[in-house]
Nanobody, 125 residues
Framework: QVQLVESGGGLVQAGESLRLSCAAS????????AGWFRQAPGKEREFVAGINWSGTSTDYAASVKGRFTISRDNDKSTVYLQMNSLKPEDTAVYYC??????????????????WGQGTQVTVSS
């Protein structure tokens, strides 16, 4: 199993950008799929973006498509989430997750075996 640590969260104004990073350690991360989820206050955790083991296939929630980009660097065992044109409704705790099945991006939480501790993203209007 891998251990995940997110970083890069913070407070920004609407329209600005942030890049989240997720550093993995432990077993070979390059064979895992990876994803980003978020949870806003009073809401359930939701899928944001997913990527397969090689980085050749990605998937996004409709609410972030065209604004967010997920990528990975397997040499650095790191997954990124570039977030552009941020909106107040993007405010949430963002979690990185790793899926044992890495052939395609996974949308369901149940497909992910390891989770990070989360990083807060706050977008002011």
């Amino acid at each position: 199993q891998v251990q995940l640590v997110e970083s890069g969260g913070g407070l920004v104004q609407a329209g600005e950008s942030l890049r989240l990073s997720c550093a993995a350690s432990g077993e070979s991360f390059s064979t895992y799929g990876a994803g980003w989820f978020r949870q806003a206050p009073g809401k359930e955790r939701e899928f944001v973006a997913g990527i397969n083991w090689s980085g050749t296939s990605t998937d996004y929630a409709a609410s972030v498509k065209g604004r967010f980009t997920i990528s990975r660097d397997n040499d650095k065992s790191t997954v990124y989430l570039q977030m552009n044109s941020l909106k107040p409704e993007d405010t949430a705790v963002y979690y990185c997750a790793a899926a044992l099945m890495g052939l395609r991006p996974e949308v369901r939480e149940t497909e992910y075996a390891s989770w990070g501790q989360g990083t807060q993203v706050t977008v002011s209007s």
